[in-house]
């Protein structure tokens, strides 16, 4: 059962910066388009980004395009995401997922594209 893995969150000041890790203990990983999303109390889960299984081409949510960077490395079947200018509206539980349904991205697609759902990390932003 494949399952991923998400870390780095904590506590951080605005403008400050994080760097979150998906890992999974399988090769799996390089197959698949993967998203990150987050969900904040009381509001949807939202995808902010994602980044393609073979050209590394990313996509980035118009919220976080900009000062957020998403990388991956197959061979340690990881995927980062850099998290710089943080805001208190991007105070949320971050998540990582594979998208079963295509490789590339061109937008971060639908939440039913997504599987191997880790159990979040989460991220506050504040003074």
């Known amino acids: 059962q494949v399952q991923f893995v998400e870390s780095g969150g904590g506590l951080v000041q605005p403008g400050g910066s994080l760097k979150l890790t998906c890992a999974t203990s399988?090769?799996?990983?390089?197959?698949?388009?993967i998203g990150w999303f987050r969900q904040a109390p009381g509001k949807e889960r939202e995808g902010v980004s994602c980044i393609s299984s073979s050209d590394g081409s990313a996509f980035y949510s118009d919220s976080v395009k900009g000062r957020f960077t998403i990388s991956r490395d197959n061979a340690k079947d990881t995927v980062y995401l850099q998290m710089n200018s943080l805001k208190p509206e991007d105070t949320a539980v971050y998540y990582c997922a594979a998208n079963l349904m295509r490789r590339r991205c061109p937008d971060v697609g639908q939440l039913y594209e997504y599987d191997y759902w880790g159990q979040g990390t989460q991220v506050t932003v504040t003074v």
């Open positions: 399988t090769s799996a990983l390089q197959y698949y388009a």
